[in-house]
């Protein structure tokens, strides 16, 4: 079935230090990838997305690469603020599913 | 504010008991998605309704159910609750169904929590 990995938490960056959080996903078919974002006390939003390989998701200064080759679609972003502290979610949801499949979630804090 | 609406947001009841929890889908969704978020098991999907009907089915327990009404909210209903079934339960909603690109919106969630 379909799967999602993704890394261990939590991450702890100091204010304006490069993010990586690592994701790589199974699947039958061509999945949609998601990354979602769930700030304390908040329900889930949706952060970026990428249909097709090789699309690149952007949004916030965070992005996303769907790589086809590694199954991979690890969220990046230059330069952390103390506001992007959460838990970050993969996500992957297939044409023939409805249903997402997310990973454990990787909580970042970000310190001045 | 993603559109999508639920209540309660938080719920404390005993073992055994029955709730249900309430879902507003963004306006011109058909679809409901039913999530539940525990420490143990992460985000799960539970089931979905699209346009009153069940579309698809994940790990819900056979204790709990559901429903889509005309007006196109839904209700998860829980019953015979157990400690275990303390979480965090989303319900999501989306234009349509079937299509990989179709964003899912989610709701606040609702806190469920069983003494």
């Known amino acids: 079935g379909d799967s999602v990995t993704q890394m261990e938490g939590p991450v702890t960056l100091s204010e304006e230090a490069f993010l990586t959080i690592n994701c790589t996903y199974t699947?039958?078919?061509?999945?949609?990838l998601f990354w979602y974002v769930q700030y304390p006390g908040e329900g889930l939003q949706l952060l970026l997305k990428?249909?097709?390989?090789?699309d690149k998701g952007s949004n916030k200064g965070f992005e996303a690469t769907y790589r086809k080759e590694t199954t991979s679609f690890h969220l990046e972003k230059g330069s952390v603020q103390v506001s992007d502290s959460a838990v970050y979610f993969c996500?992957?949801?297939?044409?023939?599913?409805?249903?997402?499949?997310f990973g454990t979630g990787t909580r970042l804090q970000v310190t001045l | 504010d993603s559109g999508v609406t639920q209540t309660p947001k938080h719920l404390i009841t005993a073992t055994g008991q029955r709730v249900t929890l309430r879902c507003s889908p963004r306006?011109?969704?058909?679809?409901v998605y039913w999530y539940q978020q525990s420490l143990d098991q992460g985000l799960q999907f539970l089931i979905q309704y699209y346009n009153g009907e069940e579309r698809a089915k994940g790990n819900i327990l056979e204790r709990f159910s559901a429903q889509q009404f005309p007006d196109l909210h839904s209700e998860l209903n829980l019953s015979s609750l157990e400690l275990g079934d303390s979480a965090l339960y989303f319900c999501?909603?989306?234009?349509?169904?079937?299509?990989?690109?179709?964003?899912?919106?989610f709701g606040p969630g609702t806190r469920l929590t069983v003494l």
């Open positions: 306006s011109g969704d058909l679809s």
């Open positions: 990428a249909t097709k390989a090789d």
């Open positions: 999501a909603s989306s234009a349509s169904t079937g299509a990989s690109y179709n964003e899912q919106f």
């Open positions: 699947a039958t078919g061509y999945p949609s």
């Open positions: 996500a992957l949801l297939t044409g023939t599913a409805s249903k997402l499949t």
